[in-house]
């Protein structure tokens, strides 16, 4: 493993390693805590960078404050209605590791709420989102149909 990429610059290129290294450029947020494209693969041992992506985002948009939060704050559930898939988990648990948190007892929480996988709990969300939706698209297309008839019944009874 490369412990400091400033030494092959004259090689790759400054912005090359800037991107790689500086703390500017993280590739994974969780609160205040980020971590460097360097850092992930030395550190956190993942390459997986969409993934960070989408956790960093996830994040976001949960208000994370830090990797403690998220410990604390979330379990397998939260992440049902986001677009993570095991890799994504795979990653927060390499963030969890890295803050000397334990991801099988975060997991564990989950469990106790009968999660079977972090898979099945997806497919079954997914599959209840697809439920609505297909309800809502039969309400829509009746209440359209329904229009149309009283439409053309209006047209019909006003030439008449």
Not at 34 to 43: D, G, Q, Y
Not at 103 to 108: K, L, R
Not at 116 to 128: G, I, M, N, P
Not at 137 to 144: E, L, V
Request: proline share 5%.
């Amino acid at each position: 493993m490369i412990a400091s990429p400033d030494r092959y610059i004259p090689i790759l290129g400054a912005p090359f390693i800037r991107e790689l290294s500086d703390p500017k450029y993280p590739i994974l947020r969780i609160g205040k805590d980020s971590w460097t494209k360097h850092e992930a693969a030395v550190n956190l041992g993942i390459v997986q960078t969409k993934a960070c992506s989408i956790l960093t985002s996830i994040c976001k948009k949960l208000q994370i404050a830090s990797t403690a939060d998220l410990y604390k704050t979330t379990s397998p559930y939260t992440f049902a209605d986001f677009p993570a898939g095991v890799t994504t988990l795979y990653v927060m648990f390499a963030a969890f590791a890295d803050k000397g948190l334990d991801p099988q007892a975060w997991y564990a929480k989950g469990q106790e709420k009968a999660i079977v996988s972090f898979l099945s709990l997806k497919h079954r969300e997914l599959e209840a989102n697809k439920r609505t939706r297909e309800a809502e698209k039969r309400r829509r297309r009746s209440a359209n149909h329904k229009a149309h008839r009283a439409e053309v019944n209006r047209v019909l009874h006003a030439g008449a």
